[in-house]
């Protein structure tokens, strides 16, 4: 259930904050050239979406063992 929501909400564009853990966003990616690493041939690769997830402070503070 909370991935999907998280999933259509971050299709539509939205941002979504977890208190606590924390928070996911939206980028792109522009169009670029690369190369085929095994012929050195170059390729196109296509712009892109992306998606930002930024940790909260206390899902941080918790894996680096910070009490608080």
Do not use: W, Y
């Not at 979504?16 to 670029?32: D, E, K, M, N, Y």
């Amino acid at each position: 259930m909370l991935i999907g929501t998280i999933t259509t909400a971050l299709s539509q564009g939205d941002s979504v904050q977890l208190i606590g853990f924390g928070s996911f966003s939206t980028g792109a990616h522009a169009a670029r050239v690369g190369r085929n690493p095994a012929t050195g041939a170059e390729i196109q690769i296509p712009a892109a979406k992306t998606v930002k997830i930024t940790a909260g402070k206390a899902f941080n503070d918790a894996v680096n063992g910070v009490r608080g």
